[in-house]
């Protein structure tokens, strides 16, 4: 069956690290894993995608460990503005389609 | 550069009226697709399309219609809405089927009474 499972919350404080991993079992062999962000009433924003190892941009990383059974989207040094729902969105095969899957989110809390 | 434009923003129906909601990108991405979030349920896709005059189902697509006449719009159309309509609608476009990385409209707003 497929499924992705993420942490429903995360609390922090600003300047720490945040880690917050995605669990999914049995993805497509040769598809993305991809994270987006969300803040309240507004559309979902791209952060950050992945195929395995581990990827860097302005904003995140992401690792993604050898089975790919799992990602851990990586934000360092958050702020206040970082609060928002993170989602993971992965790809699984059903057939002969390819079918995406979107986690329930998880809503990042930093603090003062 | 506008981006994926919803309207309208906020809407609120009767039982058993029908209207349609708008969407529009302006990157010339083939593929596009529309969303229902729903509390403690995530994203839903209700269809896609992967260019104009292409269009299929995604996870929940009774009660909807779509159409894809031309790259640029692909409207939703509900028929006969029902309160188990009520919810918050996105409009999403991409180069491919969410890659590189997919552009979401601002969301509407739908409340069935």
Sequence with gaps: LAKTTQPISMDSYEGQEVNITCSHNNIATNDYITWYQQFPSQGPRFIIQGYKTKVTNEVASLFIPA????????????????T??????????????????WGLGTSLAVNP | NAGVTQTPKFQVLKTGQSMTLQCAQDMNHEYMSWYRQDPGMGLR?????????????????NGYNVSRSTTEDFPLRLLSAAPSQTSVYFCASSQMG???????????????V
């Design chain 2, 45 to 61: 896709l209700i269809h896609y399309s992967v260019g104009a005059g292409i269009t299929d189902q995604g996870e929940v697509p």
């Design chain 1, 67 to 82: 089975d790919r059974k799992s990602s851990t989207l990586s934000l360092p040094r958050v702020s206040l503005s970082d």
């Design chain 1, 84 to 101: 928002a729902v993170y989602y993971c969105l992965v790809a699984f095969n059903a057939g002969n389609n390819r079918k995406l899957i």
């Design chain 2, 98 to 112: 969410g890659y590189p990385e997919a552009f979401f409209g601002q969301g509407t707003r739908l409340t069935v």
